[in-house]
């Protein structure tokens, strides 16, 4: 039996009237952009995220942009962030003009080690008129980047403390955390800011692209709402921003999702725990370490196993969906060969690119499918004792 990675046809199956009522509802009214149903949104995704306000915008890779800009990154500053995650974190950071400097990770939660970014701090750093500047250097730091990868939430509590103590604005990377908590607070309401993807594999999907950053700050949330049209309001522009809008049709299909997400994490939860206990006895296998503040919304389950490569492949051959995330740490990737990082910088995270598989999760696969996955990586490690 083979296994799909990820069927986003039998999440929109029982819905599909409803998003073609939003389709057939673009058609006639012929409201393409923004619109009432992006406002509409941004309302109800805000009261989902426990923020004051959200605004839409392109994709997540533009949330991020768009964020770091109206916390006040300027060209040329430092942005302290995580090299396992997806390419855009990192992407985003010299897109809006800043450095990324890489942190280490913690090898049970993948998440940034929140005690590496209080050394780095303490070690380097120096509070100046200009903010808190690299002592060696004189470079600003602009913002820190937390990133809840894999639906869980980085430490939080920390990340705030020490952010707060030297009061460097908190950028969430929440692409991959719509709805996870820490110490029940939701994703996107710790930081300044928060970004959302809605990149059609993550846990709330759009049919295309379209991302969001909320925010409690009126002055960030309405900075971003200048940037994501030019830069201006009207045709009077005070800084040169982008088209990064979010498209009508998006928004309806977005809202009617948003009332389905509550159910599909327990969907995800559900097979978490059957994967937890079903694998508990495979001696070559970790199952994902959850903290114990942590919600996770599992927009990925993530193992760490050994011989990696060869149960990949032995994965694949029978018919069960899997995938490496992510196979190269951001710091050793060509494009930022510049930054002058080498193999052995950042140990955690290197030998966590070499163990780390993700296997189903998505809330609609069946016992038998679930059966199936479990039973295949164990016929895989009982041909190599
Ligand atoms: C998906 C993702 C992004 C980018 O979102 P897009 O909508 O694809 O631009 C950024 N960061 C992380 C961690 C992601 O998973």
Redesign the pocket.
């Known amino acids: 039996m083979a296994v799909p990675l990820l069927d986003i046809n039998r999440q929109h199956r029982p819905i599909i009237e409803d998003l073609r009522s939003v389709f057939n509802k673009a058609l006639e009214t012929s409201r393409f952009i923004k619109g009432p149903d992006m406002e509409q949104l941004e309302k109800e995704f805000a009261e989902y995220c426990n923020t004051e306000k959200a605004v839409g915008c392109?994709?997540?890779?533009?949330?991020?942009i768009l964020a770091l800009m109206a916390v006040a990154v300027r060209p040329g500053d430092i942005v302290l962030t995580t090299p396992f995650?997806?390419?855009?974190?990192a992407g985003?950071v010299v897109r809006a003009g800043g450095i990324p400097v890489f942190l280490d990770i913690l090898p049970d939660s993948f998440n940034i080690d929140p005690d590496l970014l209080s050394g780095w701090l303490t070690d380097n750093c120096a509070v100046t008129s200009r903010g808190v500047v690299d002592k060696n250097t004189g470079t600003r730091i602009g913002a820190v980047m937390p990133?809840?990868?894999f639906g869980q939430m980085v430490d939080m509590d920390s990340i705030m403390s020490i952010c707060k103590d030297w009061r460097i604005p908190v950028v969430e990377?929440?692409?991959?955390a719509v709805g996870a908590k820490w110490s029940n607070k939701k994703a996107g309401s710790w930081g300044d800011a928060g970004?959302?993807?809605?990149?059609p594999?993550?846990n709330l999907g759009a049919l295309g692209?379209?991302?969001m950053v909320t925010t409690s700050n009126p002055e960030i949330a309405d900075r971003i709402i200048s940037l994501r049209e030019h830069g201006g309001r009207g045709y009077i522009h005070e800084e040169v921003g982008f088209n990064s809008r979010l498209d009508a049709i998006q928004a309806g299909f977005l809202r009617v999702k948003l009332t389905h997400l509550e159910n599909w994490h327990k969907g995800r939860r559900k097979n978490a725990r059957f994967y937890r206990s079903a694998l508990r006895e495979v001696k070559q296998v970790s199952t994902p370490v959850i903290k114990k503040e942590a919600w996770s919304i599992y927009?990925q389950y993530t193992l760490k196993v050994s011989q990696r490569d060869d149960l990949l492949n032995f994965l694949r051959e029978h018919g069960v969906g899997c995938a490496v995330y992510y196979p190269v740490p951001l710091h050793l990737q060509k494009c930022f060969e510049c930054l002058g990082y080498e193999e052995g910088d950042l140990p955690v995270s290197e030998a966590v690119s070499k163990e780390v598989i993700s296997i189903p999760i998505f809330g609609e696969l069946t016992e038998d499918e679930l059966i199936e996955v479990v039973e295949t990586i164990k016929a895989f490690y009982a041909k190599r004792e």
């Open positions: 392109a994709s997540g890779t533009d949330a991020l995650t997806f390419f855009a974190s985003a990133v809840h990868l990377d929440a692409c991959q970004c959302f993807s809605f990149f594999s993550k692209d379209g991302g927009n």
